[in-house]
């Protein structure tokens, strides 16, 4: 399985657009990036999968470069509600569901 | 949309007795879930691979005779941790895969407290 490395640690303001960079030089040719979003004593939540390029939902985009040895997840004019750990993780359909999770990023959104 | 219910969601047990936690897939099958811990401040931590009619697959340094795990139908998988010490209270998670890569669906958790 892949490595992520990801910042511990990131603030922001309420409105502005937040960019969270993921590092994962080793990932393989059937690999996918995912997003996860904890909140405090809550189970995470999926937010975003992509394999390459760009992907879109309502929540947030993923931005996968041709290498794929990072990602960058984008959340579009974030509110207090987005605090939140994000975890990046990397994998393919051989693993059947089984995730191993990073250190994350702890977002804090200030008023 | 699948949903993954976890009960309790927070217990509170004397040091000693026995706790056990519950998963549930309300709206589709699970033949496999997945088991995690997390401390305060930290990642999440794979614990076991609960297979549904079959033995568990535990992660390296977790005892499996501490951590019983159980899935006796394609709905329902449960953790129970036995003779409970406090350096057992933890957050403890279930998840239950959606797709075959790496999507799922987790419980909402159980703030285990061993007193």
């Known amino acids: 399985l892949a490595k992520t490395t990801q910042p511990i640690s990131m603030d922001s303001y309420e409105g502005q657009e937040v960019n969270i960079t993921c590092s994962h030089n080793n990932i393989a040719t059937n690999d996918y990036i995912t997003w996860y979003q904890q909140f405090p004593s809550q189970g995470p939540r999926f937010i975003i999968q992509g394999y390459k390029t760009k992907v879109t939902n309502e929540v947030a985009s993923l931005f996968i470069p041709a290498d794929r040895k990072s990602s960058t997840l984008s959340l579009p004019r974030v509110s207090l509600s987005d605090t939140a750990v994000y975890y990046c993780?990397?994998?393919?359909?051989?693993?059947?569901?089984?995730?191993?999770f990073g250190q994350g990023t702890e977002l804090s959104v200030k008023p | 949309g699948a949903v993954v219910s976890q009960h309790p969601s927070w217990v509170i047990c004397k040091s000693g007795t026995s706790v056990k936690i519950e998963c549930r897939s309300l709206d589709f099958q699970a033949t496999t879930m997945f088991w995690y811990r997390q401390f305060p401040k930290q990642s999440l931590m794979l614990m076991a691979t609960?297979?549904?009619?079959?033995?568990?697959?535990?992660e390296q340094g977790v005892e499996k005779d501490k951590f019983l795990i159980n899935h006796a139908s394609l709905t329902l998988s449960t953790l129970t941790v036995t003779s409970a010490h406090p350096e057992d209270s933890s957050f403890y998670i279930c998840?239950?895969?959606?797709?075959?890569?790496?999507?799922?669906?987790f419980g909402q958790g159980t703030r285990l407290t061993v007193v």
């Open positions: 998840s239950a895969p959606i797709t075959l890569n790496t999507e799922a669906f």
């Open positions: 609960s297979n549904e009619g079959s033995k568990a697959t535990y």
């Open positions: 993780l990397v994998g393919d359909y051989n693993q059947g569901g089984k995730l191993i």
